[in-house]
């Protein structure tokens, strides 16, 4: 996969956060994902959260796992550390790099095929173990690499791109992670960024696994079967000379609504989503109270969006594991190997 660098040439009067850095300096290369697919707005919150918080881009640590979602963290701090890894298996990759360098800013992006399904074991033990990291679920309910499927966090009765009715009911990763014990659950919609950047600047402040579960549109499974317009109905009428997509140009879908009010927003196959936004006397400190009205809303077929849930008193992996204070990579090689004698001892313990 190749990817087009942008072009390193800023404009002379770009604000400048603490570091000096503009949010130039936050960008990555170009995006390949589809004009106007809601992962490219959440990359831009990510972006100015990284700028807003002066998080300096040696310090940051991106990861993924496959998926549209997983191609993400090539467009946001070109300067970072990152790494790919397989389908569903990124929550064990940034448990063993954290454990290693507790200083640095774990963010991993994944999508709700890469968590939910393959990787949903994975995921509970990240939450489990209180990975000091930012979790952003980018969920748009279909595989968006292989053609549309449901994934587990399709909605009951949603219909696929080819008029499939789902009919299993989904996942939810908030409703999940709370029940786990997560320290910090949200959700947002991708083209919320007024309320999206704030959750991710939080986050990236919040000691343990922080959890933001955006909703985010996929542009190019609207089109259902039945339509003579549709890719399918395209295909099976022409003659093929060469296996190529066309992705219409979309606009992005952004929205701005007051807390305590509640918007229907409508996506571009013209079904809707019905936001809610919780309001200034809500209290995200009680996780019965939280997961409650999650549930409620979710009768009258609404997300509850914001800060949902956090516990600043968790105990995170490095104080449960009791390691050290010096990061492992940097620890003399003595200590890192004390000898046959207290390795024997060690696996003593566990026989």
Not at 9 to 19: G, I, R
Not at 117 to 123: R, V
Not at 238 to 244: D, F, G, L, M, T
Not at 288 to 302: D, P, W
């Amino acid at each position: 996969m190749s990817f087009i660098a942008k072009p390193r040439v800023h404009h002379p009067e770009l604000p400048k956060n603490a570091l000096g850095l503009t949010r130039r300096d936050y960008e990555g290369a170009n995006s390949t994902l589809c004009a106007g697919c809601g992962h490219d707005s959440i990359t831009a919150a990510i972006v100015e959260a990284c700028w807003a918080n002066s998080v300096a881009p040696q310090d940051v640590v991106k990861l993924s796992g496959i998926g549209c979602s997983s191609k993400t963290t090539a467009y946001f701090v070109g300067g970072a550390h990152g790494f790919n890894s397989v389908h569903g298996r990124m929550p064990s990759v940034a448990t063993g790099a954290n454990a290693a360098n507790r200083r640095l800013h774990y963010i991993g992006v994944s999508g709700d095929g890469d968590s939910l399904s393959i990787g949903l074991g994975q995921f509970c033990h990240a939450i489990r173990r209180n990975v000091n990291m930012v979790y952003l679920l980018e969920n748009n309910g279909v595989y968006g690499l292989t053609k549309g499927q449901f994934s587990a966090s399709a909605d009951v009765g949603s219909t696929a791109k080819k008029g499939e009715v789902n009919e299993q009911p989904p996942i939810d990763p908030v409703q999940l992670a709370l029940t786990l014990g997560a320290g910090f659950v949200a959700r947002s919609f991708s083209g919320d960024k007024a309320q999206l950047v704030p959750l991710i600047q939080a986050a990236l402040h919040h000691r343990g696994f922080a959890l933001i579960d955006v909703l985010s549109p996929c542009v190019t499974f609207n089109d259902h079967e039945g339509s003579t317009r549709s890719y399918a109905y395209s295909r099976e009428h022409y003659e093929e000379a060469v296996h190529a997509d066309f992705v219409p140009r979309v606009p992005e879908i952004a929205v701005d609504y007051a807390p305590g009010s509640t918007l229907p927003v409508t996506l571009h196959d013209g079904s809707q989503v019905v936001l809610h936004k919780v309001d200034a006397a809500y209290d995200p400190t009680d996780r019965s109270a939280a997961l409650a009205r999650i549930v409620e809303k979710q009768k009258h077929q609404e997300y509850l969006t914001g800060l949902l849930y956090i516990s600043p008193e968790q105990v995170e992996l490095h104080q449960l594991s009791n390691t050290v204070d010096l990061p492992l990579n940097q620890l003399p090689y003595a200590a890192l190997n004390p000898g046959s004698a207290s390795l024997a001892k060690t696996l003593a313990r566990f026989r």
